[in-house]
């Protein structure tokens, strides 16, 4: 029987390998994919409590419409960021994040 | 009806007359000149329509609100009581005069619109100190009598000695005006007002219900004093006033005369009710006065510049009206400071005529000008034997009446020095009547001449009064019982005959010591170098006690030390504090601080993802610990 903490421990454990994969890959587009596995932990959680909470049908309907929106600005956002690690690639021959250091004193 | 109230009016035309002379003078005929003298001549006019009002109606006074701060109210108010309308006299009078008189001895000067600018805003300062009714607006007249001598002091401020002297005695003066300034605000915070009848009632009453405290009161009217001691000349303050003599002569004569250094001597007797309530400090006043009439008396034997001498001669004179104050004898004083005014003006005039006809101020060059210069020579011997105090002339009558408010308020001792010292300016006086206009001619005698009739019309104005003014001590009529009783109101009148025999004998005395002294020096070649102290056979004391007197005491050079070694070591003190601690470590430490902080601080700004990553993760964290775990 899948129950809610079934949702729960799957996010957690999603959004810290998304977590490790933001602070340890040196790829920017493996950095990129480790964001997309957090916004997706916490479209679990978010489908999690609107099936198994006791809610009524609106709000169940909320969250999930919730989600959509959250897959929606994620792709927009990955567009965003595909574009910006072509023209990074293409200006520097690299997409390594360790020598993307320009915003700094 | 033309009476004591429109008595405002007459500082007020001065003041326009200086507003219209000082921007449109230029395009008028005689630069202007003319409406400073029509004003002072209409101040004159209407001084005499104020005081027949004043005699028949009494006293009056008109305000109108100038700042009104909570309950506290600040007005642009006159009093026209008796000692206004008194000085409201002499200054319009001697004003007058001296502009009348300028007109002649400016002739052709650059900037001679300037002057009589100058003249009617000192003037209109003047005047309306005269009027003020209360603290405030008094202080306010009080330095724009000091900015009207500083600019007629300096008239001539192309000559470095001029621009000179003129700084001193705005400094000078200055220095005594903190103190009036510091006295005025005790009052206020001791009374509540600044109005200065309303000063009066509440000090006293105060001072009987016991919420004033004598050391408050003491204390306000000591500093009080210091003003008027920079402002009358009074030692140690006196210092400005030979330098002073760098101005244009008539200048002297309207400064020694009626309008700067009679201010002082003015505010005294102004607030001579509080005075009486501070018997410690009046007794400060007396010694005062006392000191410096003795001491300016034996500078003005020595000097061999005229103005100088008669210059020391005013400030022995101020002393001699404020140890008349300080005796309690405030008719006295005033009475002293009308004679000495009208007097010393016409000597001042006098100078100027003697400088006109012949081209010098050194007394040594000058001698038996009374053959070329009779009208000058006749009025200036009036007025050196008015304020010697030779028996009929008008300082005659005032000195007895001092001698007599001494003699009854004060210790014996203080009667006994004051006529030691009355015999040095019966003497010092004698001394420069005779070096100018008696004895041999010397040097600046060969081209002289006697000066035009409007320099000496002024002169023949001024000698009826500095010989017959004296006699208004006396009551004449039922309605005017005596300057005393018009003055104060208190029943006084009459001489004592015991102090005109010593007085008198005391000035018959001291014209035979002159006369001992120039005895033979006609002949002698020394007189030409130098008066009579310092003659070969003089003792060795004798020359030594000369030099002291011919460097003045060595007071300037005391001044000096003091400002070299006190106060610009205190200003190098205080500015390198200001440098090292307020500016360097209080404004600029915390600047520095953070600069060098940031030096270290913004390495954490490394520019790489992971660290912010980090940063935002590791905080995440740490906020949901923190939720967890507290309570």
Known sequence: MIELAHFQLLGAALFAIGVYGVLARRSAVLVLMSIELMLNAVNLNLIGYAAFMDFTEAQRALGQVLVIFVITIAAAELALAVAIILRLYRNRSSVNMDEIDLMKW | MIGIESAWLIPTLSAAAFVVVALAGRWLPMRGAFISIAAALLGFVLFWFALADLMRNGDGAFSVNWLVLGDLTITWGVIVDRLSV???????????????????????????????A???????????LVLADNLVFLYLAWELVGLGSYLLIGFWHEKRPAAEA??????????????????????????GTFDITGVIHAVENGLEAGLVSQGTVNAALFLIFLGAMGKSAQFPFHVWLPDAMEGPTPVSALIHAATMVAAGV???????????????VLLVVTCVGLFT?????????????????????????????????????????????????????????????????????DMREMGGLWRKMPITAITFTIGAASLAGVAPFSGFFSKEEVLRAVLEHRHPIFLVLTLAASFLSALYMGRVTFMVFFGRNRSGAEHAHESPWLMTTPLLLLAPFALALGLITFGWSDAYPGFGSFLTGEDRHGLDPWLIGVSNGIVIGSVITLWAWYKGSQASDDFDTEAYP???????????????????????????????RVVLALGRFVALFD???????????PAVSVMLSALRVRYIQSGRIYTYAMAMAIGIVSLALLWWLAP
Not at chain 2, 87 to 114: C, D, H, K, N
Not at chain 2, 541 to 551: D, I, M, P, T
Request: charged share 15%; net charge positive; with cysteine.
């Open chain 2, 534 to 564: 310092t003659r070969a056979r003089a003792p060795a004391w004798w020359r030594q006690a000369n030099r002291v007197l011919v460097n003045k005491y060595y007071v300037d050079e005391a001044c000096q030390w003091l400002i070299d």
């Open chain 2, 118 to 128: 100058a003249h009617a805003l000192f003037a209109a300062a003047m005047l309306t």
């Open chain 2, 266 to 280: 003015f505010l005294v007797a102004r607030l001579m009710p509080l005075f009486e309530m501070a018997p410690a």
């Open chain 2, 86 to 116: 008194t000085m409201l006299g002499l200054v319009t009078f001697v004003a007058l005069l001296v502009q009348v008189y300028s007109i002649e001895y400016m002739r052709g000067e650059p900037r001679f619109g300037w002057y009589y």
């Open chain 2, 293 to 361: 009439f003795a001491f300016a008396g034996t500078l003005a034997l020595v000097m061999t510049d005229l103005k100088r001498a008669l210059a020391y001669s005013t400030i022995s004179h101020l002393g001699l009206m404020m140890l008349s104050l300080g005796a309690f004898g405030m008719a006295a004083a005033m009475l002293h400071l009308l004679a000495h005014g009208v007097s010393k003006a016409m000597l001042f005039l006098g100078a100027g005529s003697v400088t006109h006809g012949t081209g010098k101020t």
């Open chain 2, 579 to 589: 440098r090292i601690v307020v500016n360097d470590t209080a404004v600029d430490g």
């Open chain 2, 166 to 191: 003129a700084k001193k005695a705005f400094i000078t003066t200055r220095i005594g005006d903190v103190g009036l300034l510091i006295g005025i605000i005790l009052l206020y915070r001791a009374t």
